[in-house]
């Protein structure tokens, strides 16, 4: 991707038909943006016809004294900080959907599996479980074009003043007012306050949440209290529900050391 399709991909999100904007900043390393997350696709799920939404990888580099500019990236004994926002910005070369895929397979490798996901090795099994083109991502992951957009990201968080991840930056359709500008991790409640005051509405129209089986097909791995949180039940009636989706065959259940996952068998 060059500098030019990058800019022509801000001014597509400027001109969003949707009234607001999301530009959202996190580090895919800090568990912090790993618990946003589940937020976002609550708030996505409900509210997601009145925004559109740019995630902006701010991965902090400065404490470590490197940069990516001095990552050789043309071998495959690789590992460095750096790395798995160059994979994440290689596989939305494939598409968003892609993209957003191997990111949340990289924070469960990462924050449920314990992985070190600065190796380059780790990352193609990562890329290979998000069921991406493996030849394409490896000759993205090596390009310039990764690196230079992952650059772009680290441009704007520069550009934006963020000095906090995750950090969310509201936008409204009128161009000329400045941001709401939110840093930090706050309830789900918190987000949507914002978001209806900026659209100036009492109150929003809320979507009611797709069935088990579409929300795998968006969503192809959960946690159980993700679901209960989007249905607004209990966990033990999520894992309930669950349950009868793995006798179906159609969920796997994957146990896990503080929660338990959900997959798309």
């Known amino acids: ?12 999100h400027q001109v969003s038909c949707k009234p607001m904007e999301l530009y959202v900043f996190m580090d895919p390393m800090n568990p912090t943006c790993w618990e946003l997350q589940s937020i976002i696709r609550k708030l996505q799920i409900e509210y997601g016809h009145y925004f559109s939404m740019r995630m902006i990888l701010s991965t902090q580099l400065s404490a470590l ?3 990516v500019k001095n990552a050789d990236m043309t071998g495959d004994d690789l590992e460095h900080p750096a790395l798995p926002s160059v994979a994440i910005k290689a596989a939305e070369l494939q598409g968003k959907r892609a993209g957003n895929r191997f990111l949340h397979k990289l924070q469960e490798q990462l924050f449920l599996q314990s992985r070190n996901v600065t190796s380059y090795d780790v990352l193609l099994e990562i890329a290979e479980e998000a069921e991406l083109d493996q030849a394409e991502f490896k000759d993205d992951f090596h390009s310039v074009h990764s690196a230079k957009a992952f650059q772009c990201d680290l441009r704007i968080t520069r550009e934006m003043e963020i000095s906090e991840v995750p950090s969310i930056v509201f936008f409204n359709e009128c161009i000329e007012d400045e941001g709401v500008k939110v840093s930090g991790l706050y309830s789900y409640d918190v987000y ?13 129209n809320r979507q009611s949440p797709p069935s088990l089986d579409d929300l795998f097909i968006k969503y192809p791995t959960m946690a159980t209290h993700e679901v209960a949180s989007i249905y607004n039940i209990s966990e033990q009636t999520a894992e309930r529900e669950l349950k009868k989706q793995v006798l ?4 796997e259940r994957i146990p896990m050391q503080d929660d338990t996952l959900w997959k798309v068998k």
């Open 65 to 67: 004294n490197m940069s």
């Open 1 to 12: 991707m060059s500098n030019l399709d990058l800019a022509e991909d801000i001014r597509e």
């Open 192 to 204: 949507l306050t914002i978001l209806q005051e900026m659209l100036g509405k009492d109150r929003l």
């Open 248 to 251: 179906q065959q159609k969920l």
